[in-house]
């Protein structure tokens, strides 16, 4: 098969299986544990994902398009093992505050930590798939993860059905995956021939400076994303905080879907770029911005007709009172799509710095307002927020594309 076709091919099914990973995991739970199980879940996925910001620290989009090869594997591999190490400080703090100030249960406080752990080990596997990304083999990286979440979740849910005990059963999956990871990464190595360790440590110290912006920027944006699960989680109910989680999946499916069919052409974007063909980016961006606007319209139209019914179903939970929300909500992937592409447009014309200002104004309004919001007017003023909050966002990026692509073109 053509490379080329393979990357796309296991890119898509990377996507989805990501996309799948947390709806399978909440529906298997809600059936065999309950909502209260299912709220759990959620708000370990959404930890584990911001988390996970910090870990990946924004570098696989600079590393995928740093086509001149300017810093080593090897510097790339140093750089993640210090931002790791930083996620797992910051998760124990975040964990801590739940237990401590947002009533978390024993029970529940294992269940966040374990599945941040998770996400350790996709921050890890995610720089050697960048490398194998900048290399031309997006189909390998893609293979890895979906082999490693695969396991993960037939395992789990596996030992729950067996057991019926969500703690043992995500340590089993977790230690299956770790094993697993090992074995995937140790034939990566081989096969590429990578170097994991240099001496010098200054190109490390350019990365983690260059990719701050990015850490910030993806950091913000997931805390967007997950806002108000946040918020739910410190003022409301875990049974809640899954109902929530039900109607909001459609929404990263839109995100995920964008993001497996920009992700191969990355490379070459940032060699137009590099080779001052402008039109050709700037035509590019508008293509995918109008593919993000059909995605989003045929998901609304979807969810219209028959979204309530079929993720009542899915989850075996009334969703009735929700649908307005849930309408909303797919409206705000679009917007979230949105962003996450413009995010990245600016990373490969190596413009980041400019998402700071944009990303942290946004994130410090989210965490003024939400939860009085969510206080007043309950998850739907909270949905209605989450769009106003991206949309300003957009409005934002884009200007900043527009005024440095005039810039470029003089």
């Known amino acids: 098969m053509d490379i080329q076709r393979a990357a796309f091919i296991w890119n898509m099914f990377a996507g989805l299986t990501s996309a799948l990973e947390s709806v399978l995991f909440s529906m298997i739970v809600t059936r065999w544990i309950g909502l209260s199980g299912a709220g759990m879940v959620t ?5 584990g994902n911001l988390m996970a910001t910090i870990g990946k620290y924004g570098v696989r989009t600079f590393q995928v398009t740093d086509s001149k090869e300017e810093y080593a594997f090897a510097s790339y591999l140093c750089a993640r093992i210090v931002t790791i190490g930083l996620m797992a400080a910051v998760s124990v703090i975040y964990i801590l505050n739940g237990y401590g100030n947002n009533g978390y249960s024993v029970y529940k406080t294992i269940v966040v930590a374990m599945l941040c752990l998770k996400f350790v080990i996709e921050a890890l596997d995610d720089v050697f798939a960048g490398e194998c990304q900048r290399r031309g083999r997006l189909d390998a990286a893609s293979r890895i993860f979906v082999i490693r979440s695969v396991h993960f979740m037939a395992v789990f849910a596996g030992v729950l059905f067996w057991s019926r005990h969500l703690v043992f059963s995500i340590g089993c999956a977790l230690t299956v995956s770790i094993f697993l990871e090992f074995f995937l ?24 400076a260059k990719c701050f912006p990015l850490c910030l920027s993806a950091f913000c944006f997931f805390y967007l994303t997950n806002a108000p699960k946040y918020a739910i989680d410190a003022v409301m109910s875990d049974e809640v905080q899954a109902c929530y989680s039900f109607i909001a999946f459609p929404v990263f499916a839109i995100e995920l879907l964008n993001n497996f069919i920009y992700q191969p052409s990355l490379v070459r974007l940032a060699d137009d770029w590099n080779q001052k063909h402008y039109r050709s980016v700037w035509q590019r961006i508008h293509r995918q911005l109008l593919m993000i606007f059909g995605l989003t319209s045929m998901a609304v139209c979807g969810g219209y007709l028959c979204g309530i019914p079929v993720l009542s179903a899915v989850f075996a939970t009334d969703l009735t009172d929700y649908k307005k929300e849930m309408l909303i909500l797919l409206c705000g992937g679009g917007l979230l799509a949105v962003i996450g ?24 309004l989210s965490s003024l307002l939400y939860k009085d919001v969510m206080i007043s007017y309950g998850v739907e003023g909270g949905v209605i927020l989450y769009c106003l909050l991206c949309l300003a966002l957009i409005l934002y990026e884009y200007t900043v594309t527009v005024v440095i692509f005039r810039k470029e073109c003089r």
Do not use: C, N
């Open 185 to 208: 990464l140790k034939t990566v190595i081989s096969v590429m021939e990578l170097t994991l360790w240099k001496q010098d440590f200054r190109p490390v110290r350019e990365i983690l």
């Open 341 to 364: 592409y413009l995010s990245v447009i600016l990373v490969t014309t190596r413009h980041a710095v400019f998402l700071i200002s944009g990303y942290a104004a946004v994130s410090v």
């Open 43 to 47: 708000i370990g996925f959404a930890a």
